[in-house]
């Protein structure tokens, strides 16, 4: 029995290769699923060299709003922190944008989820150097989802 054991241990051992040869790393696996948490702005790219303004960073305070046959003077402060993106009283982001209108000097302002004015999408034109003026005055927003249902505001920049 020992020298079976022996004779077993020792084919074991002669037998055994030594492995030569080029040897390549594998890198470690990338988690791809969270690819844009690196960039600013969710991976949008800002204005840059266009001449057009953006509205990031700006702080607006709307300051009255007529509905109907309605006044209010709401005195709610927007943020828009993205080219895509606002908050309201520090409340939640919610998603808007700003376009420039083919064979006009206005721009559209889509402000979507606004709940100064009902909650829905609302889309007015403002003017071109609205950001540099500092205030939006008289500007008719349009309900998205009912195109009667429309809205006069005013907001001045802070």
């Known amino acids: 029995m020992k020298n079976i054991l022996l004779l077993s241990l020792i084919t074991l051992l002669v037998s055994c290769k030594k492995v030569e040869g080029p040897y390549t790393q594998v890198p470690d696996p990338v988690d791809t699923?969270?690819?844009?948490?690196?960039?600013n702005y969710g991976g949008v790219l800002p204005n840059f060299g266009t001449g057009q303004s953006t509205l990031t960073g700006t702080q607006w305070v709307l300051v009255k709003v007529v509905s109907a046959f309605s006044t209010t003077y709401p005195?709610?402060?927007i943020t828009f922190i993205s080219n895509t993106a606002y908050v309201l009283n520090q409340n939640g982001q919610r998603p808007y944008s700003l376009s420039q209108i083919t064979g006009s000097t206005n721009k559209s302002l889509t402000l979507?989820?606004?709940?100064?004015?009902?909650?829905?999408?609302?889309?007015?034109q403002v003017g071109q150097y609205f950001i540099e003026d500092g205030f939006m005055s008289n500007i008719e927003f349009v309900d998205l989802q009912n195109s009667t249902s429309t809205i006069r505001a005013w907001f001045e920049k802070i």
């Open 33 to 39: 699923t969270n690819w844009q948490s690196n960039y």
């Open 75 to 77: 005195n709610d402060t």
């Open 112 to 124: 979507n989820f606004f709940y100064p004015f009902g909650g829905s999408n609302y889309t007015g």
